[in-house]
Every structure is written in C-alpha cells, then in structure tokens.
C-alpha cells in the first residue's frame, strides 16, 4: 500500500451495510456527522441508526411474510428503552430471559402478551412477574421449572402457557460458547424428555400447552442448521399429535448471522423459502426471536485514540483508545472481528498495523488486531457492528462508567442513555 494513500480505499466498499458512510471526508450515520455527536456526547459513545433497524425488520418480516409470524425481538442484543419502543411500533413482541427484561418491556409500554420468556434458570420472584404480568409463552427448560411454575402458577390462580424449550441436538456451526442445541449444551431437553414434559404439563390444570420452543445458537451463517431444527421439531410435534396432545405454534428461535468483516449476512430469503415449504398446510402459527440480525449493524462504538505506543524494533505498535472491554467485550470474549474506521478520514501519512486497545489492566483488553490503519494521538475511530451484544454487555470493571447511548434518524438525533457517572456507580454501596 501506498504510503500516505488516502485510507477510504482500504475499507469495505459497502460501509453503507454497516450504517455509516463517508462525505467527503467525515464519516456520517444517516443524515448526522458523528463528530457532531462526538462534541455532544464523547467518547466512548455507543450510536445507533433507526433507519437501519427498521430496514432490517422489514427484510425478515418480507422474507417471512408467506406463512403466519410474528417477529419477538430478543431483548437481551440490545435493551434500551429506545429501541424496545421503536421495535415495539414496528411491530415486534419481545424474547426476554429475566424479569429485569420484562420491566424493561412493560417500561417500553410493550403489550406483555406479546412477551416469550426464554432462558434457563428463572428464578420463582420472575416467573410471579411474568405470570402476573400475563406474557404470553413460558418457554421452559426443565422438569423442575414446569413444576415450579405449575405452583406459582397455582398459588395465583392462573394458568400458564407453556412451551417447551426443545434441544434438536443439531449444530449451529458457530462459536462455541454461543451454540444452545447441542446435546452437550445446557440449554432445553432431548426428544424423550420434552415428550415426558408435555405429557405432565397436559394433565396439569394450572399449565396449557401453548407450543414448542427451540433456539440452537447465535450468529449462524447459513440456514440449514435453523432448518434442520425445524425438521426436528415438527417430527416431534408428530409424536405429540399421536399422544393426543396437539401444537399449533412453533417458536423456532433467533440466531441469524449478519456481517462483521466479509461474511455475507445470513440468507432470511432462502430461509423464510424452506420454512414455508416446510409449514406448508400444517396450519402452524410461528414466533422467531431475532436479536443480532436486527441490531447488530445498527450500532456503532465511537471512542477517541489516547496514545499511541509505536513499535520499537519488532514490538508491536498499540494504540490506546478510550473505549474497552468493559465498553464491548465481544473480542476479548469471543475474539470476534468488530471493523474499524476513521471517523475523520483526513489523515495522510504512514499506514501501520495497530493493535487497538482499551485502557483495562488486562492483556486481553483489545478492540481489534493488527489494523492497518494511519493514526495519531486524538483521532476519533468507529467501531462497527456494535448494536447488538455491545451496551447490554457492558460493565463497570476498573471503575468505568457505562458509555452514553444515541439514537440518529435522519437529521436528528437523541441521547437514549445518558453516560454513567460515578455517583450511579457507588451508590448502591455500603462502606
Ligand atoms: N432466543 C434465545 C433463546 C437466545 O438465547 C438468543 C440469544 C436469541 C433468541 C437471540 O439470538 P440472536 O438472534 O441475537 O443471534 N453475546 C453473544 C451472543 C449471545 C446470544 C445469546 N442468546 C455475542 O455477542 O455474540
């Protein structure tokens, strides 16, 4: 490469995918500078663009139109208040895992009989939440948690709709740490089990059988895995059937991939094609709970370069940025790829590999690797692909507080979460 060649040419030409895009020499989402937003707000920032969620929605919701849908969004990418509204009037009911998620919902004004509530291991004071709230699909993990909630059930009158959170053993093909519907994962119940499941919570009077639930990961790039699950789940809705117990809804999960660096985004044409292929006559209503694909993309991380640490000899050169992993912690967790870009592109000199990272005492505080990228002290970066699993996994470690949230649309643009401050921080402490 060209020394001193202007750097707009090394990064991915369809910088539009990722919600952002050069004029002239400032990088803009939508119709708003981010260093207008940078002045507002600092770094590190978290930005996100309305536009792009609702194109996102609309794609799945196209792809999916031929059969009887509906769109849960999975609170858990990505929980601002903000954007659970936006979602909300598109559309959208909502996954949750915790009662803390469905405050947030019931916050974002959302219908509570739109809510599935997944997860493994609800606590009782949750499922009380939920059952008062009157969601509409426990999706239930165990022996013991159909039980628990046939009591709690009991206790306040009511009856809970309930699926069963069905493990295929099918594999997603994807990081480990995010594959669900293996055998060896945690999450859900074998074929045998779910059967032995239905059949107790049919005879249950506080328990109505609602459908069958399955979620076998996170970032799938292709959709045979997601249609081979589907396989699966109506063959057991078979088996069902002859036990007499009929299911009218599947809740076949989130899990499609979108685009880091050059992979290309999960095909939801294909998919929704296969899936109505499969549906076809069988008279099936069906929940999905996409997070990432409608997300992900969405969002951006600004953070400003503190120092610049150049390489002596064969060391190699960091840059210290004022964003980290307690700010997004997808690479140090997952070694995930998050592209990074200038959001100034004005700089004219040497290109060097960087290691970009964060403040933390931590080696394993880095934001990228080996980017070639022409830097100075100040210098303002985006991290792309930060909207879903970014924010919500954010924490305090080494005392930071929680970076700001913004909403663009358009020309406009709105803080969504104000930046934490350290009286939030040491507040709920007892010295
Ligand atoms: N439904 C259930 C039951 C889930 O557990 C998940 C994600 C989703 C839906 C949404 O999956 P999505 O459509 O977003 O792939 N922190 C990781 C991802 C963890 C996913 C956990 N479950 C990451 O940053 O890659």
């Known amino acids: 490469k060209r020394a001193g060649a202007k750097q707009v040419e090394e990064f991915p030409e369809t910088l539009s995918d990722f919600s952002v895009s050069y004029r002239d ?11 207008r937003i940078v002045d507002a707000v600092g770094t590190p920032a978290y930005v996100y663009s309305q536009a792009h969620i609702q194109a996102q929605y609309k794609k799945l919701a196209e792809a999916i139109k031929a059969v009887d849908y509906r769109v849960h969004y999975a609170v858990k990418a990505n929980s601002n208040l903000a954007l659970l509204k936006l979602l909300g009037n598109l559309g959208a009911g909502y996954d949750i895992v915790s009662g803390g998620e469905l405050s947030r919902v019931l916050s974002a004004q959302g219908d509570p009989g739109s809510v599935i509530f997944s997860g493994v291991g609800k606590a009782t004071h949750e499922l009380d939440l939920a059952l008062k709230a009157g969601i509409e699909c426990f999706n239930v993990e165990s022996a013991g948690e159909l039980d628990r909630l046939a009591e709690r059930a009991a206790l306040l009158s009511v009856v809970a709709p309930v699926a069963i959170r069905f493990n295929p053993n099918v594999d997603a093909k994807t990081h480990p740490y995010i594959s669900t519907g293996l055998q060896e994962n945690k999450f859900g119940v074998l074929k045998d089990q779910a059967l032995a499941l239905y059949r107790r919570a049919a005879e249950s009077e506080h328990l109505r059988v609602y459908g069958i639930a399955c979620h076998i990961g996170s970032q799938i790039a292709e959709p045979t895995p997601l249609i081979r699950a589907l396989e699966e789940m109506l063959s057991l809705r078979r088996e069902l059937a002859q036990q007499g ?111 970009i990272v964060g403040p933390i005492c931590e080696s394993g505080d880095f934001i990228a690797k080996q980017r070639t990228l022409t830097l100075k002290q100040g210098k303002l970066l985006a991290i792309l692909s930060s909207g879903a699993y970014g924010a919500t996994l954010a924490s305090n470690y080494n005392t930071r507080g929680r970076a700001p949230e913004v909403l663009v649309h358009k020309d406009n643009w709105r803080l969504v979460r104000r930046r934490e401050n350290l009286q939030d921080q040491l507040i709920t402490e007892l010295p």
């Open 245 to 355: 117990i009929e299911i009218d809804h599947l809740d076949l999960g989130g899990g499609f991939g979108v685009r880091y660096r050059d992979e290309p985004e999960f095909d939801v044409g294909l998919w929704g094609r296969e899936v109505a292929r499969l549906l076809n006559g069988t008279g099936l209503r069906i929940s999905i709970e996409p997070g990432r694909f409608l997300t992900a993309n969405a969002g951006i991380l600004l953070s400003r370069v503190e120092y610049l640490k150049e390489a002596v000899e064969d060391a190699k050169s960091f840059a210290v940025v004022d964003a980290a992993m307690n700010d997004l912690i997808r690479p140090a967790l997952y070694g995930a790829w998050h592209e990074v870009v200038p959001v100034c592109n004005d700089l004219q000199g040497d290109r060097l590999p960087w290691d």
């Open 25 to 35: 020499e400032s990088l803009f989402m939508e119709d708003v500078s981010l260093e």
